[in-house]
């Protein structure tokens, strides 16, 4: 059987309202095979969440301009966790310093990127963490 | 090999768990060796739900009309299912799926699930997996069935096949279109919705589809559907439109339309899942598929046709019934 298309629910939360780079991202990994659903600007966590849920998403990639990505990051996590999607993979991207990556990382959230980084390496780690987690 | 869908997840799902029902439907969309499973569970909950067709040329409106339409049946009392097809790169076998952000009013709404799919194979402007998702949704309790197909032509006509009804979504400035259209889609719709009234052209949509109607061409297989305006941002024509739908969803439940196009669709599954399991029977004894190869390869080299050989071939099949164990090897 063909390998099934990886899913992953793209959104940016929060107020800013800078998307090209959520939008090159996303536009990247639907031509690595992927299967994105794009949820746009303004999303609460609580919307991306609930969309991840319905959509049964093996990913949620997040893009964060706003320096606000501590709050949102973990919020994000803390409602997947609580609606049982822990063991899907919570990355992203936007201007956020190695120090919050790593108090991030410390919480359950993978890698994430920034400007300059390849949409290529971005594609190659999904492809990498997913094959690490195959769902029951 | 054959294991099969956890017992608790089906208790999950049927106690009504949102995250149980979006695993089902993965399992519908990703692995079909595990629909008989599926249809096997649901089967004894299906049958009342309707489910209606939203199909048109891309950037009509169709997705803000259908999370404007769910809303509006949701509060007559509906709990609503939404499919949004958007289409699968013929190139990479990726998609880009937006639907949701014309959708933005149903987060978080319990009375609404909304799936977006991707066509991958489909060609006719939806997932071959759809009526699969369709019969998970309605196994989860859903009564009303949105199923919003890709951005289409004229003879995309895959949701003629997995609907009780289907609506067509229009826009001023398609008055050329309509010409093109009205020996496809159009003459199937059983509603035609104008959308975008407010933008100039409308009367010349509206005109064109007089005209055609008018001309009884189409009267003669199927009422005369009716045409209706809306203006999704200026939020006109809506509830006008939802009353109209159910409308239509009464009368086909009503008057036994509604149970046999269950009955036909019930059919069509029945003969397409033996055909296939046959062929793959088939296929296990013969090597049909290499053979094929090789004789295909011959023919065209010698310039022969192909019907000496499959008639042939199907004078050599004789159909006996097996007993489902011994027919289990060929992983159908």
Request: with cysteine.
């Amino acid at each position: 059987m063909a390998e099934q298309p990886i899913k992953v629910v793209v959104g940016k939360p929060g107020l800013d309202g800078h998307d090209r780079g959520a939008k090159v991202v996303a536009r990247a990994l639907v031509e690595a095979g992927m299967e994105v659903v794009y949820l746009g600007l303004q999303q609460t966590p609580e919307a991306i969440v609930a969309a991840a849920l319905e959509e049964d998403a093996d990913v949620i990639g997040l893009s964060i301009l706003s320096g606000a990505h501590m709050p949102h990051f973990r919020r994000v996590k803390e409602l997947m966790d609580q609606q049982g999607l822990g063991d899907r993979l919570l990355t992203g991207g936007g201007i956020i310093p190695t120090k919050d990556q790593e108090t991030l990382s410390g919480m359950g959230v993978g890698k994430l990127f920034g400007p300059g980084d390849d949409p290529q390496m971005i594609v190659a780690y999904i492809r990498e963490w997913v094959k690490e987690h195959p769902r029951a | 090999m054959k294991k099969s869908i956890p017992e608790d997840l089906w208790k999950a799902f049927f106690q009504g768990d949102r995250l149980a029902c979006a695993r089902l439907i993965t399992i519908a969309e990703n692995r079909k060796e595990r629909v008989p499973e599926l249809r096997d569970a649901l089967a004894n909950r299906l049958g009342r739900a309707v489910r209606i067709g939203i199909t048109g040329p891309p950037g009509v409106g169709k997705s803000t009309l259908t999370s404007l339409l769910a809303l509006g049946m949701a509060d007559a009392g509906h709990k609503v299912g939404i499919v949004a097809v958007d289409p699968s790169s013929p190139f990479s076998g990726g998609a880009f799926m937006g639907d949701r952000v014309r959708m933005e009013g149903l987060v978080g709404d319990q009375r609404i699930y909304m799936r977006s799919l991707a066509s991958r194979e489909g060609h006719g402007g939806l997932s071959p997996s759809t009526p699969d998702v369709a019969d998970v949704l309605e196994g989860f309790g859903m009564d009303r069935i949105l199923i919003e197909t890709v951005g289409v032509g004229q003879a995309e006509l895959d949701v003629l096949e997995c609907t009780d009804l289907v609506v067509l979504v229009l826009q001023p400035s398609t008055g050329d279109a309509i010409q093109t259209m009205k020996a496809g889609i159009i003459e199937a719709a059983d509603l035609i919705v104008v959308n975008k009234a407010d933008l100039p052209g409308k009367d010349v949509v509206l005109n064109s589809l007089r005209f055609l109607f008018g001309m009884g061409l189409t009267k003669k297989i199927r009422p005369v559907p009716p045409v209706m305006t809306t203006s999704a941002m200026q939020n006109e024509g809506l509830p006008e439109l939802v009353a109209e739908l159910e409308k239509l969803a009464s009368v086909l439940l009503d008057s036994g339309r509604h149970a046999d196009l269950r009955r036909a669709r019930m059919e069509k599954e029945i003969r397409e899942a033996i055909s296939q399991c046959l062929w793959t029977a088939y296929d296990g004894l013969t090597g049909a598929t290499k053979c094929i190869q090789e004789k295909a390869r011959e023919l065209v080299e010698k310039a022969e046709s192909p019907y000496p050989f499959i008639r042939e071939s199907c004078s050599r099949v004789r159909v006996q019934a097996l007993d489902k164990e011994a027919s289990n090897g060929h992983g159908a």
